[in-house]
């Protein structure tokens, strides 16, 4: 019998891994369309360098170790476009092509190809970025290259005060910050269409936003605790982490439960991060902090196996 072995994720079903890798591009979309108009073109250039230098990439790697071409399941076009999404819009092209080739070289290739890596490579490679260089990954703009660098509203929340923006202009996206984070609107309707597509589930996303929300109103440090929960969902990276981020297979949990305390865990972390970090922003190392403890999530929280009761013994 002729057996076909392949690394995980295995899913059942008539899914394809470029099917899925497709609709996570298009529930992006939205968020990139936002982040183009509001930033300008440089936003559009940033996110095409980065997807074409991550597709190179891995097809320069199978061609060097002689393996089989995988740009095919379009994994590496998804990795390239949630790094663009990560990155202000004046970022150096040169960081963008680095992060882009440690994402997919380094955390991703190097570890096995796709299902074997344990951290999240978008976000390792912003990680990266982060620590070489910091200035230009802290510096942003709201409209176009040529505008006057502008303080996020994580930076005013840092004071502690609240955003001079808008509730509605955080939704909307009118706001600085990175090119696919300023719109929660558009991330939450990406959110909503990979869930109807039965891309994702909303386990991780509801545990994670859930978990934020009920931590920043009980320990809220404005005197609206309310107004102070929704701003720290709606700034900085959370709706993109939570949906697009936390949610990506080979480093998140694959029992139900597990997601639940992956999502709350990545919630929790995220909170004191940005409350009693260095930056602003606590999402990046939230997720992968908890991206090193998915194997241990997994371990201790099986599924119950058929025809047998709690602790294995036949039912």
Known sequence: M???????????????????????????MPALLVGIVMQGWRAAVITLLCMSTAVVTEWAYGLVTRSRNTTKDCSCLVTGLLLAMTLPVSVPYWLAVLGSVFAILVVKCLCG??????????????????????????????????????????????????????????????????????????????????????????????????????LTLVFSKTGNPIQWMLYSLLSGGVMLGA?????????????PKGQLIYGVGCGALTVVFRYFGLFPEGVTYAILLMN?????????????????KKGGVRA
């Open 2 to 28: 002729k057996l076909t072995v392949a690394s995980s994720p295995h899913i059942r079903g008539n899914f394809r891994t470029s099917r899925i890798m497709l609709d996570v591009v298009l529930a992006l």
């Open 113 to 214: 190809g796709l299902g074997q890596n344990v951290f999240n490579p978008a976000l390792a490679a912003r990680a990266l970025m982060l620590l070489i260089y910091p200035v230009g990954m802290t510096r942003y703009v709201q409209s176009g290259v040529d505008a006057v660098s502008s303080a996020t509203p994580l930076h005013h929340m840092v004071m502690p005060t609240l955003p001079e923006e808008s509730l509605w202009d955080m939704l909307l996206g009118n706001c600085p910050g990175s090119i696919g984070e300023i719109s929660a609107l558009a991330l939450i309707l990406g959110g909503v269409y990979l869930v109807i597509r039965r891309v994702i589930s909303p386990r991780i996303p509801l545990s994670y936003l859930g978990t934020v929300a009920v």
């Open 243 to 255: 949906i697009f981020m936390a949610t990506d297979y080979a480093t998140s949990p694959a029992t």
């Open 292 to 308: 090193g403890l998915v194997w241990f999530i997994d371990r201790h929280t099986p599924l119950r196996r058929f025809g047998t």
